[in-house]
């Protein structure tokens, strides 16, 4: 296998988790948190660590791409 096949292969993988880490990030505020007006609320705990995880992961998955681009 080349590098192209591996690179491929990663980015499947990275997009993957990258669509789990989003739906796992599902608010249940529904039409609730629309009357609220500018309520702001800070992420905690798992919350924010998903949060910084999908960061991440699209900087990860962006890096990939770029460099299959690159390569090919």
């Known amino acids: 296998?080349?590098?192209?096949?591996?690179?491929?292969?990663?980015?499947?993988?990275?997009?993957?988790?990258?669509?789990?880490?989003?739906?796992?990030?599902?608010?249940?505020?529904?039409?609730?948190?629309?009357?609220?007006?500018?309520?702001?609320?800070?992420r905690r705990g798992l919350e924010k660590n998903l949060f910084q995880l999908t960061i991440a992961m699209s900087g990860l998955w962006l890096l990939i791409a770029a460099l299959a681009v690159y390569i090919r």
Do not use: H
């Open 1 to 42: 296998m080349q590098l192209e096949d591996w690179l491929s292969i990663a980015a499947i993988l990275v997009s993957i988790a990258l669509v789990s880490i989003i739906l796992l990030q599902v608010k249940g505020e529904g039409v609730g948190g629309l009357q609220s007006g500018s309520f702001v609320r800070t």
